[in-house]
């Protein structure tokens, strides 16, 4: 129960689950450390300005899983790691399963973006959480947040892809996945986190 990651599409409540968890974790006095991807370093959110902003075709899919992974190594070098190994409990919104979805749906393959993973970085998550729900309402959620929409704005047929991504990688590792339906109210989606973390 250490390396904990929360994964799903556009405007699924990842942000308010995990400070609802971080809340809970942190009242039953763990050391808990809350980050995010890309990004969660200095240098790791200088790289996300770069994905997450400009036009949809502003890169490749091999120079975004390329930046994607310069991000998550400084972050896992300077923040995760050493997180870990005192001890902390770590959150982090979204980590490589946003990544084989993401980046897998625009084209890169499986193979290349899971070795990249292992040669490069090395670290899995020990449970992953997925929020799962409609494209469409998470898009409209995201779309009213405002904020940086690169990715927002790659069409709901590549956002219906990526759900489906989610749903096949929790179904493919169920020891570590738990799907989570979204369209819940918040107390209920983090009372169903807290169950699938296996804290009351
Ligand atoms: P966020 O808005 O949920 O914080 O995530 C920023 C964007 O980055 C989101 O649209 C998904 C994208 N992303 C990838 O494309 N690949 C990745 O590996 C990660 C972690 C995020």
Redesign the pocket.
């Known amino acids: 129960m250490s390396f904990i990651t929360i994964e799903g599409g556009?405007g699924t409540g990842?942000s308010t689950l995990i400070r609802g968890l971080t809340k809970a974790l942190s009242a039953q006095g763990r050391d808990v450390v809350q980050t995010?991807?890309?990004g969660g370093s200095p240098g790791a959110e200088d790289i996300?300005t770069l994905?997450?902003t400009g036009e949809t075709d502003r890169w490749d899919a091999m120079t975004?899983l390329l930046l994607?992974n310069a991000a998550r190594r400084d972050h896992v070098e300077r923040v995760i790691r050493p997180a870990l190994d005192r001890g902390a409990t770590v959150l982090c919104?979204?980590?490589?399963d946003?990544?084989r979805c993401?980046?897998g749906m625009r084209g890169v393959s499986r193979a290349m973006i899971d070795g990249l993973h292992e040669s490069a970085i090395d670290l899995d998550p020990t449970i992953t959480l997925i929020l799962d729900a409609p494209p469409e309402q998470g898009l409209e959620r995201a779309a009213d947040r405002g904020g940086d929409a690169?990715?927002?704005a790659m069409g709901l047929a590549y956002h219906t892809q990526l759900r489906d991504g989610f749903l096949s990688i929790a179904k493919a590792d169920p020891n570590r996945c738990t799907v989570i339906d979204a369209t819940q109210s918040k107390d209920v989606v983090l009372a169903a986190a807290l169950a699938a973390l296996n804290i009351a």
């Open positions: 556009e990842k995010r991807e890309p996300r994905l997450v975004e994607v919104d979204r980590y490589l946003s990544t993401y980046q690169r990715f927002e």
